[in-house]
């Protein structure tokens, strides 16, 4: 007997215990589904915020005042000093080895007038160095970007983004356009293509103004000035982040043990902050999951050994008609992975469905864990080959002469 028709027969056996192999299929359901859906709402979560985060042009840091993701707590805020223009324009000289260095500085809850029609508070107003275009990754669709004369001069002019475009232009150019931001008459000279939608919330409500227009309408001492650096490449990465690092610390006059006034963060490490924070629900489900599925184990090696003294007269007279211990041996182990495989194609298929749907409403992006559907259907095969090998094990070394008596 070849090994398709053993398999033939391990199915045609469940076939014809529907209500026994369907109550053992939900065990198994159970235990995949708990893993999957959990990783797929965590997948859709890491997938928006990865792609949230991605503000960064490629090969950037930032130095910031403060951790602006997780930590930089409230003792921080009181004791660190602000970094001012002065500090980020000495950076940009003594960082030769960088591509661009740029500043910034930000305003948030701000009104954008045009004519009679105005926005909502939700307004982020940038005030930047010409370098921070392009560490920031913005790029002007229409119009022209911002020009070092414009930030010398204090130029009353800005670029906008698409959010606000939508807003007060909708069938207007809004290049050469006056607008009004907290009283302030500025210019609209480009508008930014835009950005990526982070937890399905626009990311476009911002103008970008000259460094120095925005400190004369926000002032210029009493707000932190975030640096923006950028390598030439993968290879001189770390090396720009160490002389930034040393530089800051020489510019900001740290003598050697003390620790940092400031901090340096990236695209990098703000996603491994995310999976820091994730990986711990990961491995929780991972545990919870592997408990379902062990108690589905036994639910199985069970059920298989109701199997085998149900069908002691059947295995007697397959051996009595020449079948051997390996055939049967490998008959009840299809059927053990068999009934674990459905049940996990299964928990893999409600847990995908229901965790898209679950991270809908968190406007989250439809994401499908691979890596961890993957893991369910190993888990799955593993846990019938252990639970269903001494039940096979039991059924093959039946004696056929006393199999052929069981009534």
Known sequence: MNLSQTFAISVQSLR?????????????????????????????????????????????????????????????????????IEEANRLKELLTNARYVGAEQWQFGVVVKYGNKETNPNIQVAG??????????????????????DVQYSANVCLIGKGIVDKLFPNIDPIGQTIRVDGRPLQVIGVIEAQPALFGQSRDNYIVLPIITWQSMYGKYDRSVNITVMAYGKEDYNEVIEAATGYMRKI?????????????????????????????????????????LIAAGVGIMNIMLVSVTERTREIGIRKALGARKNWILTQFLIEAVVLCFIGGIIGILLGVGIGNFAGSFLNAQTAIPVDWVIIGITLCIVIGVIFGTYPAYKAANLDPIEALRYE
């Open 16 to 84: 014809n215990n529907k209500l026994r192999t369907g109550l053992t299929i939900l065990g198994v359901v159970v235990g995949i589904f708990s893993i999957i859906v959990i990783m797929t709402i965590i997948t859709m979560l890491q997938k928006s915020i990865e792609e949230g985060l991605s503000q960064l042009s490629k090969y950037t840091f930032q130095i910031q005042k403060n951790d602006p993701t997780f930590g930089g707590g409230p003792r921080f805020r009181e004791s660190r000093p602000d970094i001012k």
């Open 128 to 149: 930047i160095t010409v370098d921070a275009m392009k560490t920031n990754n913005w790029n002007v669709e229409t119009g022209r970007e911002i020009r070092e004369t």
């Open 252 to 292: 900001r006059k740290l003598s050697p043990g003390e620790p940092n006034n400031f901090y340096i963060f990236s695209n990098e490490s703000m996603i491994s902050q995310v999976n820091d924070i994730t990986g711990p629900i990961k491995i929780g489900a991972l545990a919870v999951s592997i408990i379902a």
